[in-house]
Each structure stands twice: as C-alpha cells, then as structure tokens.
C-alpha cells in the first residue's frame, strides 16, 4: 500500500507504473499489442492496487472498498457487541410488558389485540384506534380543570422516568418514539386510565362528566375497554400510574392506591363471584394456614395491572412449587412435553367410575379439593371475555395454567360441560354448551408446561388412582343401573324378593323330594 502527500505525485507515479509494466509485458509477450497489454495493466491496478491518499494534510485517510467477506464478519461483531451490551445493561430484567408471541396468535388475534382503546407504544396510532384519542384528551382536560394544575408538571414528572419506563417495553416499537411523543404518550394514557378508575369508585358524575357520556360511564362500551384493558400488551407500567395519582392527590409517596381502583374496576371480569360468610372465610383462612398465604397489596412490586389482576386471583392460596415427590418416577431435567399434560381423565369417564362432583363454597376458583371419591370445584363463570381474559393470564404467566389444563381435560365433550353446568360448577352466558367446550379446548393448544410443576399434580394422582380401582367402577355402574330412581329401585326390590322366592320354592322342592313326609 502506497501513501501520497499530493495528487500530481500520484498522477505520475500512476503512469510510471503503468509504463514500466507495459514494457515489461511487451517484451514477456510480443505477440500481444501495445493496446491489450496497457488494458490488461488496467484491471490489475483497479483489481489489486489500494491507494490512500491524505486529504489537505489534516491527518483522515481513505481506505479502498473492502471485501464482502470481511464486512460481513464485521456485521456480526457488531451484533455480538449489541448483545453484550444488552447483557451488561440487564436490559432483560427490567422487561415486564411483552409482544405475543406470533404462534399464539394464529385464530384468536382479537384475544390479544385491543379493538377499542390503545394504551402504551405497542398498538400507539393505529388508524382503527384513533377514535378513543379524542376522549383521551378530554379526560386529561377535565383532570387539570379539576385538580387546577399544569400540564407541565405532568410532563416534568415523566420526563424523570422516561428511561424507565421505556425498559419496561420490548422491541423497537418503544424506541421508534421520540422523547416528547413517548412522555406525551404515558401522560395522556395514564390520566385516562385512571379516569376510569376513579369513575368506576367514586362516580364518574362526581368527576365531571355527564350522566350520558358516552365513554366516561359504567354502561355501554365500558365491558369491551375492560377487556381492552385487561391485555398484555395493552398496558402501563404500575409505577407510571401511582406517579401521576400522586401528583393529581398532591401525594407523591402514595403507594398502593392504583392496585386497588385497579381491582375494583376490573372485578365483572372475574371468573367467580361465590359470596363468602364470615364464619365460612375464617375456616377456609385457618384451613390454609398463614405461612402459604400472600396478598397482593402486601408487596409493592406489582408490575402492572394484569398483574395485580393475577395476584388478586391468586390471594391468600398456596403458591404453586414443584412436587418433588413425583420426580421419583420421572427424569428432574426432563424438558416439558406437550404429550404428558393430561392430568386427569374427563368428567364422563370420572362418572364411569364412580367420582362425585360438588361445588365448592369458596371464592378462589383454583381451589380443586378431592376427598372419597368426591371432586369438590369452586363456581367458574365463563361469559364473552373469559377467553382473551385466560388466554393473556396464560402468556403473562404461568400460575394460571395448571387451572386451565386441569379444566381442559375435565371437558372433552358438551356432555361433560352440561353436567358441570348442573352441578353448578360451570355457569355460563355462551351460545350453547358445545361452545364452552370448545373454549377450553383451544385454550392450551400451543401451551406446553410441565405437570410436575402444577400444584394439582397431587390431586390428579389421587384422582386416577381412584380411578383405576375396579370395585369403584363397578359399584358406581350399580348404582347407576338399579338406584338412579325410585322406579329402578322398586324394581330391584321386586326381582329380589321374587329371586328369593323362587330360591325358596325350588329349596322345599328339593327337600320335600329327599326326605319325604311320614
């Protein structure tokens, strides 16, 4: 490689080259012409020749075009380092509010993509969601007119926890906003939501609105903005909102409140609404024991609303661990295998063989308990919205999944959800029971965990283990056949007391035959 301080020193330098190699190639090769020869030593200099030239004395040099090969290594360095970085920054742990997954959204798009209102970067400007901005903004003005504060303490107080804020989101859909649209963003959703939770708990007429408006009120679209809400990737980090409460109650520490509006405006969608005495709530509590029990409020590291939502779900149970004892039977690291979920047989085999179903008096739906032969369930009601309700539970997290695959194998068949229905287990506002069914067998289609990791692992057991004793089927088959009804039982009895009768006859005949009378 050649460096020239001045541009005519490499003119010259060019053609001294170029004629010195002329001449040498003309006396190698004389058959050639003049003409080939000085174009064959063109493409070698164009090929072979790199040439830096410094640029007015200031020091930059130029490099010729480099090799693809080496560009491409050099592409992967680059993506290597970003990686690193990415692990040094921790970037994966502070990550809370996740894109779907594109296999889980395949048939049931609208379980996860909200159809009426947007909140945080992921769905931010959809031309079908625009609607709901124009009600946005009045919910922030009528905020500021009634609290009498500036928009720009709003905006301040976001700017402090913009970098935060945006962690909490994955891809590059949060990035690709600049600084004042993503502040612009957290303000405006964040006053909205709380708008409505505010609504749902002290009345919205209270804060302002008409009794007729058509967003602000507890009838209408309100269900569908729940559902909206309830979304994965539909939601705010639970810190954004307990920051801007807090500036509107002129309380900056307040903690806790935002989990608790959170809950009472979400609580039509919950799958249960089993009402629960004082005397019935303190045997469940000493029946669980407090060392297992947790509640949702007692720790703040609640990350957003779904999640307060799941934690209110799973209050004061048993959080689920792995069951050790059955890894005796079972490799430890074995990976979760889509063919070992089935955990129980369904409900018109269970029948067969002789397993009772009751409803069980509680209001934590999860709370399955089997003692003889008896399968107690808590209510589950399943309306419209139970489906995207489970389905963003289930890719959130993974505490409600041995529920749902407990009941998705309990229902095979509109049979068995029409005799849940009548045991007052299932109740439901679907078409028809083939439709709740159905429901549940989609559920888990593309969910694959592990059995042994399900807090109804032991239950499950004992119930296959009873029912693979035969004198149960037998005696529920009995049961069945002759004591169903009082007629069946009648005519039991009848072909009883007629065998006897016929067993006695023939004993005397006999009898009387032997030993005759004198």
Same mark, same amino acid.
């Given at each position: 490689?050649? #460096?020239?301080?001045?541009?005519?020193? *490499?003119?010259? =330098?060019? @053609?001294?080259?170029? &004629? %010195? /190699?002329?001449?040498?190639?003309?006396?190698?090769?004389?058959?050639?012409?003049?003409?080939?020869?000085?174009?064959?030593?063109?493409?070698?200099?164009?090929?072979?020749?790199?040439?830096?030239?410094?640029?007015?004395?200031?020091?930059?040099?130029?490099?010729?075009?480099?090799?693809?090969?080496?560009?491409?290594?050099?592409?992967?360095?680059?993506?290597?380092?970003?990686?690193?970085?990415?692990? #040094?920054?921790?970037?994966?742990?502070? *990550?809370?509010? =996740?894109? @779907?997954?594109?296999? &889980? %959204? /395949?048939?049931?798009?609208?379980?996860?993509?909200?159809?009426?209102?947007?909140?945080?970067?992921?769905?931010?400007?959809?031309?079908?969601?625009?609607?709901?901005?124009?009600?946005?903004?009045?919910?922030?003005?009528?905020?500021?007119?009634?609290?009498?504060?500036?928009?720009?303490?709003?905006?301040?107080?976001?700017?402090?926890?913009?970098?935060?804020?945006?962690?909490?989101?994955?891809?590059?859909?949060?990035?690709?906003?600049?600084?004042?649209?993503?502040?612009?963003?957290?303000?405006?959703?964040?006053?909205?939501?709380?708008?409505?939770?505010?609504?749902?708990?002290?009345?919205?007429?209270?804060?302002?609105?008409?009794?007729?408006?058509?967003?602000?009120?507890?009838?209408?679209?309100?269900?569908?903005?729940?559902?909206?809400?309830?979304?994965?990737?539909?939601?705010?980090?639970?810190?954004?909102?307990?920051?801007?409460?807090?500036?509107?109650?002129?309380?900056?520490?307040?903690?806790?409140?935002?989990?608790?509006?959170?809950?009472?405006?979400?609580?039509?969608?919950?799958?249960?609404?089993?009402?629960?005495?004082?005397?019935?709530?303190?045997?469940?509590?000493?029946?669980?024991?407090?060392?297992?029990?947790?509640?949702?409020?007692?720790?703040?590291?609640?990350?957003?609303?779904?999640?307060?939502?799941?934690?209110?779900?799973?209050?004061?149970?048993?959080?689920?661990?792995?069951?050790?004892?059955?890894?005796?039977?079972?490799?430890?690291?074995?990976?979760?295998?889509?063919?070992?979920?089935?955990?129980?047989?369904?409900?018109?085999?269970?029948?067969?063989?002789?397993?009772?179903?009751?409803?069980?008096?509680?209001?934590?739906?999860?709370?399955?308990?089997?003692?003889?032969?008896?399968?107690?369930?808590?209510?589950?009601?399943?309306?419209?919205?139970?489906?995207?309700?489970?389905?963003?539970?289930?890719?959130?997290?993974?505490?409600?999944?041995?529920?749902?695959?407990?009941?998705?194998?309990?229902?095979?068949?509109?049979?068995?959800?029409?005799?849940?229905?009548?045991?007052?287990?299932?109740?439901?506002?679907?078409?028809?029971?083939?439709?709740?069914?159905?429901?549940?067998?989609?559920?888990?289609?593309?969910?694959?965990?592990?059995?042994?990791?399900?807090?109804?692992?032991?239950?499950?057991?004992?119930?296959?283990?009873?029912?693979?004793?035969?004198?149960?089927?037998?005696?529920?088959?009995?049961?069945?056949?002759?004591?169903?009804?009082?007629?069946?039982?009648?005519?039991?009895?009848?072909?009883?007391?007629?065998?006897?009768?016929?067993?006695?006859?023939?004993?005397?005949?006999?009898?009387?035959?032997?030993?005759?009378?004198?």
């Amino acid at each position: 490689m050649v #460096a020239v301080f001045n541009k005519e020193l *490499l003119s010259w =330098y060019l @053609i001294t080259v170029k &004629l %010195r /190699e002329t001449v040498e190639s003309g006396i190698a090769n004389p058959n050639q012409s003049p003409d080939q020869n000085l174009q064959k030593q063109e493409q070698q200099q164009s090929e072979s020749l790199q040439v830096v030239i410094q640029n007015g004395g200031d020091g930059k040099f130029e490099e010729g075009p480099k090799s693809p090969e080496s560009e491409w290594v050099l592409n992967i360095k680059d993506k290597l380092e970003q990686a690193s970085q990415d692990d #040094a920054a921790n970037v994966w742990s502070k *990550l809370c509010i =996740y894109r @779907i997954p594109h296999y &889980l %959204r /395949e048939g049931d798009d609208k379980a996860y993509v909200p159809q009426i209102v947007s909140l945080g970067p992921y769905h931010h400007g959809r031309r079908r969601l625009r609607q709901m901005d124009r009600h946005k903004w009045r919910s922030l003005h009528q905020m500021l007119k009634r609290t009498n504060q500036d928009i720009k303490l709003y905006l301040d107080s976001m700017k402090e926890v913009e970098e935060k804020a945006r962690s909490c989101y994955e891809g590059p859909v949060a990035l690709s906003l600049s600084s004042n649209e993503f502040v612009e963003m957290m303000v405006l959703d964040g006053c909205f939501v709380l708008e409505l939770f505010r609504g749902a708990a002290e009345g919205f007429k209270q804060l302002g609105y008409p009794r007729n408006d058509p967003i602000f009120a507890m009838r209408g679209s309100m269900h569908s903005i729940q559902r909206d809400m309830i979304m994965l990737e539909n939601q705010l980090p639970l810190f954004v909102l307990d920051r801007l409460l807090g500036l509107q109650l002129e309380d900056p520490e307040l903690k806790g409140l935002v989990s608790k509006l959170a809950l009472r405006f979400f609580d039509p969608l919950m799958p249960t609404d089993e009402p629960l005495t004082q005397s019935d709530r303190n045997k469940l509590e000493s029946s669980l024991g407090y060392a297992t029990t947790f509640d949702p409020f007692s720790d703040q590291g609640a990350l957003h609303c779904l999640d307060v939502f799941r934690r209110s779900l799973l209050r004061s149970g048993p959080k689920p661990v792995p069951r050790v004892w059955i890894k005796r039977w079972s490799n430890a690291n074995r990976v979760a295998d889509k063919r070992r979920q089935q955990l129980i047989h369904c409900v018109t085999e269970l029948r067969e063989a002789g397993v009772k179903f009751k409803k069980r008096k509680t209001d934590r739906f999860w709370d399955v308990k089997f003692e003889d032969g008896i399968l107690s369930i808590p209510r589950l009601l399943v309306h419209d919205g139970t489906k995207s309700l489970f389905l963003n539970l289930i890719a959130f997290d993974n505490d409600i999944t041995s529920y749902v695959i407990f009941m998705d194998n309990l229902i095979n068949s509109p049979a068995d959800v029409g005799y849940l229905h009548y045991c007052g287990i299932i109740e439901h506002w679907l078409g028809n029971d083939a439709e709740v069914a159905d429901l549940f067998n989609r559920l888990c289609q593309e969910v694959v965990f592990d059995i042994n990791d399900s807090y109804l692992s032991r239950l499950s057991a004992d119930v296959n283990r009873y029912y693979d004793h035969r004198w149960n089927a037998w005696r529920a088959s009995l049961k069945h056949n002759y004591f169903s009804n009082p007629w069946a039982i009648l005519s039991f009895l009848a072909a009883v007391v007629l065998l006897l009768l016929t067993f006695t006859q023939t004993f005397y005949g006999v009898y009387s035959y032997y030993r005759p009378p004198n």
